[in-house]
């Protein structure tokens, strides 16, 4: 049974940083896209960043470019997502999420591609 455990979410003032981190079990994470999306009140879950099964190919949110950065640690099947100079609109449910094959440099955006999500960790931005 494949699950999804993220952490490291919280409280920081606009400007900090955070990095929320994602263990995978019952599959190996080196062969796998993964991807991060989130969720605030009343709004669609959208994607924030991802990484292709080949590890070589990152894909960011426009939101997202130049602040956060993806990774992916086949050894530790974790995928950690760093996000520096947070602002308030980054407040949201950070979910992971496991897509199964596919295209080996392609990177998945649609929550449609992903087979397997974590249960999310609350970050909250204050201004």
């Known amino acids: 049974q494949v699950q999804l455990v993220e952490s490291g979410g919280g409280l920081v003032q606009a400007g900090g940083s955070l990095r929320v981190s994602c263990v995978v079990s019952g599959r190996s994470l080196r062969s796998d896209a993964m991807g991060w999306f989130r969720q605030a009140p009343g709004k669609e879950r959208e994607v924030v960043a991802g990484?292709?099964?080949?590890?070589?190919?990152?894909a960011y949110a426009g939101a997202a470019k130049g602040r956060f950065t993806i990774s992916r640690d086949g050894a530790k099947n974790t995928a950690s997502l760093q996000m520096n100079n947070l602002k308030p609109e980054d407040t949201a449910v950070y979910y992971c999420a496991l897509k199964y094959g596919g295209s080996w440099d392609n990177v998945p955006e649609s929550t449609r591609e992903y087979a397997y999500w974590g249960q999310g960790t609350q970050v909250t931005v204050s201004s």
């Open positions: 990484i292709s099964r080949s590890g070589s190919t990152m």
